[in-house]
């Protein structure tokens, strides 16, 4: 499992939601985010947003398991992140794939989910702010039942299939780098 990650100090004001950790990234790293293909744009949109300091040399080599082995992490201001299902979904223990509702749905995961949004809702001066990046992570909010107030926004998948699939006309004509500079624009809006 891969918990949620909380900055060390301070209020919290946005909550960050992915689908699941990925195969090489988190689940390697046991960071959300940290050295998932989809997690550049996250750090990206935090740094300049405030929210996140990551060391430069992180960039360089974007991979879970060799960031863990050379002590690169990330530190947080503001902002927690997380994921609709907290661990690396397979089929087979090898090939990853989105989490099923039956996943996501499962007693243990919505006890899981409750018990990150309680506390992260602690530290929250006001209403909490959840940002959920892609259909599987904002579905599990559409049907997980009661929750701890927030306020709940919904980005597309940072991957660039998420990207292009959210795109009018499927990105059709669209570079990809002004669709992950439009996405990380909207992430910092709703951060700030």
Sequence with gaps: PVPALLPAEGPIRAFLVGEAPGPRGADQSGVPFWGDRAGLPVYRALEA??????????????????LKARGLWPTLR????????????????????????????????????????????????????????????????????ELPPHSLHALP?????????????????????DLQAAWEGRLRELLG
Excluded: M
């Excluded at 947003?49 to 080599?61: K, T």
């Excluded at 509702?101 to 702010?129: F, H, K, Q, S, Y």
């Design 157 to 177: 998948h940072p991957s660039a299939q998420g990207l292009l699939q959210a795109a009018p006309d499927k990105g059709r004509g669209l570079k990809l780098a």
């Design 49 to 66: 947003a405030g929210c996140a300091g990551v060391p430069p040399e992180a960039y360089g080599d974007w991979d879970g398991a060799r």
């Design 78 to 145: 503001g902002v927690a992140l997380g994921n609709a299902l907290d661990r690396c979904p397979t089929r087979d223990g090898e090939h990853f794939h989105a989490p099923t509702d039956r996943e996501l749905l499962a007693p243990e995961n919505l006890t899981r989910l409750r018990r990150e949004l309680l506390e992260i809702t602690v530290r929250c001066p006001g209403t909490l702010r959840v940002v959920t990046l892609g259909r599987r992570a904002a579905w599990l909010f559409a049907h997980a039942g």
